[in-house]
């Protein structure tokens, strides 16, 4: 079977589409991914990392096109006006979506999958063209509506959206989400199942012993809303505080508002490590060894509450036990977890600060085995990959 995978972003950063390439390559099916490079200098790196695995890779530029910026801003103005043809949906993203139609016209596949909402309207496009995908799988990674505050500021854009995956639904055959909570928020939304498939990763072949007494915290971005600001806060109530590494792309000027805070929670600024995100070939191998991987969130929009993030799993896949922050998501999977987790409240910092105590306080290198046994057994892409492959092939149309 030939395999289109459409995404909207730099390979870099969505692991979710690499290992869905993964999992329908090593099936045997013939496998080509298409994304956008929206930052040419990291372009190279995602050819490199695209040349470690067995599928084929093309990036494309956004359009700088006049007329795909006009095409995209006239959509959003009719359908801010009610009008919501497919036509004028996948318009809607024209700056982005353009490159990707132009670059699959003309190859029929028999599985489209589309990961984003650019890649959902290449998909609309691609569809209502003389496109011969026997089965379209739309993952729903985020809750592209919700990922908004729900602010009369917001409602059209929340509206376009909506509008968009709905329309982008309608020809699915398989959908597919990262959480349990957000599988049925959207189910309930769009009125289809929405099968849930985790950011989960296979763990590396040996796990670091714990000598390490720093946590660990990664993202794309070391930024604001992150949850970082109130961990500080919560740290400064620890009678030994661990240090923190953080790893991701640093936004100009959020490593001195964070010193302000460590000097404000009576922190030594020296507690704050700043460190490059590693290449994804590497990044399960430099997560080892840490005494606990932090996965915060604080945004109170719906989407960020329902997620599980790929951190989550990283840590676990790496050897790491794991710090949670409270939200529905996190309460929902917390007894999996036990007792390689600990779940703490930001918003309280006393007494996160009196359970995060109490978590470290316990044998480090227990609760790291039971990470890695975790990974080992349960939450695995080689586990998890075998029923997406299974609803994948029941989607299939019979010969």
Not at 130 to 155: I, N, Y
Request: aromatic content about 4%; glycine content about 4%; hydrophobic content about 50%.
């Amino acid at each position: 079977m030939k395999v289109l995978i459409l995404i909207s972003g730099h390979l870099l950063s969505c692991p979710r589409a690499v290992k869905f390439a993964d999992a329908l390559s090593r099936a045997g099916h013939s496998v080509q991914v298409m994304s956008l490079a929206v930052l040419p200098s990291l372009l190279a790196n995602d050819q490199a990392l695209a040349s470690t695995h067995a599928w084929s890779f093309q990036a494309r530029r956004p359009s700088r096109a006049l007329g795909s910026r006009i095409r995209q801003t006239l959509a959003r103005r009719l359908v801010q006006m009610g009008i919501q043809q497919p036509t004028v949906l996948a318009a809607s993203e024209a700056v982005l979506a353009e490159p990707l139609v132009a670059a699959a016209s003309g190859s029929p596949f028999d599985l489209l999958l589309l990961s984003n909402l650019p890649a959902y309207a290449a998909g609309l496009r691609l569809l209502r063209q003389r496109f011969a995908a026997r089965v379209v799988h739309v993952d729903l990674e985020d809750d592209h509506v919700d990922m908004l505050p729900d602010r009369s500021d917001q409602q059209a854009e929340r509206v376009r959206r909506q509008a968009l995956i709905a329309a982008t639904l309608a020809h699915a055959d398989l959908i597919t989400a990262a959480s349990p909570l957000m599988a049925a928020d959207l189910s309930a939304r769009y009125g289809k199942p929405v099968r849930c498939v985790l950011n989960v990763f296979d763990p590396v072949p040996e796990p670091s012993a714990t000598n390490n007494q720093t946590l660990i915290w990664q993202s794309q971005t070391i930024g604001p809303e992150r949850g970082l600001e109130a961990l500080i806060r919560v740290l400064g109530l620890l009678p030994n505080a661990p240090k923190v590494l953080l790893r991701g792309m640093l936004a100009p000027g959020f490593d001195q508002v964070l010193k302000r805070e460590a000097r404000a929670a009576g922190l030594p600024e020296s507690n704050l490590q700043f460190s490059a995100l590693s290449p994804p070939a590497q990044l399960l191998e430099h997560s080892r060894g840490f005494r606990a991987g932090l996965a915060i969130e604080v945004a109170p929009e719906r989407n960020r509450q329902h997620c599980l993030t790929n951190k989550l799993f990283e840590y676990l896949a790496a050897g790491v036990p794991v710090i949670l922050s409270q939200t529905p998501a996190h309460s929902a999977i917390l007894p999996e977890l036990l007792p390689a987790a600990v779940m703490i409240d930001l918003n309280a910092p006393k007494a996160a600060a009196d359970a995060l105590a109490q978590w470290l306080d316990q044998p480090a290198t227990a609760q790291a085995a039971a990470a890695y046994e975790l990974a080992r057994t349960r939450f695995n892409w080689a586990t998890h990959s075998q029923p997406y492959l299974a609803a994948l092939a029941a989607a299939l149309p019979s010969p």
